[in-house]
């Protein structure tokens, strides 16, 4: 096995031990590792090895993938209007971000987007925020990070939270700077 990895993976990506930096872009299930993977081989299909730069250049394509699976657990719920009232509450979004942060843009971006407008006249924010929790879109950071795929069982809303890594490109999240 050890050899398996020597041979096709680099030790280290991001000062992270390669299986750690693969299962922290993923939700721990086989599936998402299996996309990860098979879109490198996809856009690189003459490379022998996965390098850092192949898993940089497939960053855009793994979290808009990602994004799409992520939505049609929300479609459980939510309608199609609503998941972009979700897509709208998320973006640009700088994380980590508390609940007075959210409900801040929240409150500011439904006066543009009628989509997010429509999600939060049906649905208050802390129960957007549980779900999204619950499908791992979200979860919380600090000290301890927490995500339901992780066995956390529910999101606490008074903690800091974050979106997800892998979803950061495709949403173009941003890292809050502490003094924010």
């Known amino acids: 096995e050890d050899d398996i990895w020597k041979k096709y993976f680099p030790e280290k990506i991001n000062n992270q031990p390669i299986k750690e930096y693969i299962l922290h872009r993923t939700w721990y299930r086989p599936r998402d590792i299996v996309r990860?993977?098979?879109?490198?081989?996809?856009?690189?299909?003459?490379?022998?090895?996965?390098?850092?730069?192949?898993?940089?250049?497939?960053?855009?394509?793994?979290?808009?993938?990602?994004?799409?699976?992520?939505?049609?657990?929300?479609?459980?719920i939510y309608s199609p209007e609503e998941i972009e009232g979700i897509k709208k509450m998320l973006t640009a979004l700088k994380c980590p971000f508390t609940i007075h942060q959210m409900i801040e843009k929240c409150e500011t971006t439904r006066t543009i987007y009628s989509s997010l407008d429509n999600l939060l006249q049906k649905h208050r924010?802390?129960?957007?925020?549980?779900?999204?929790?619950?499908?791992?879109?979200?979860?919380?950071?600090?000290?301890?990070?927490?995500?339901?795929f992780r066995g956390d069982d529910e999101l606490v809303i008074e903690s800091k939270m974050k979106v997800h890594d892998s979803l950061w490109n495709y949403l173009s999240i941003e890292y809050r700077k502490s003094a924010d």
Request: glycine content about 6%.
């Open 125 to 148: 924010i802390g129960d957007v925020l549980s779900h999204l929790y619950s499908v791992g879109i979200i979860g919380n950071t600090g000290e301890k990070i927490r995500y339901s």
């Open 36 to 76: 990860l993977l098979n879109i490198a081989i996809q856009q690189f299909p003459n490379e022998t090895k996965f390098s850092h730069q192949i898993f940089d250049a497939i960053n855009k394509e793994y979290s808009t993938q990602s994004w799409i699976e992520q939505t049609e657990e929300l479609a459980a």
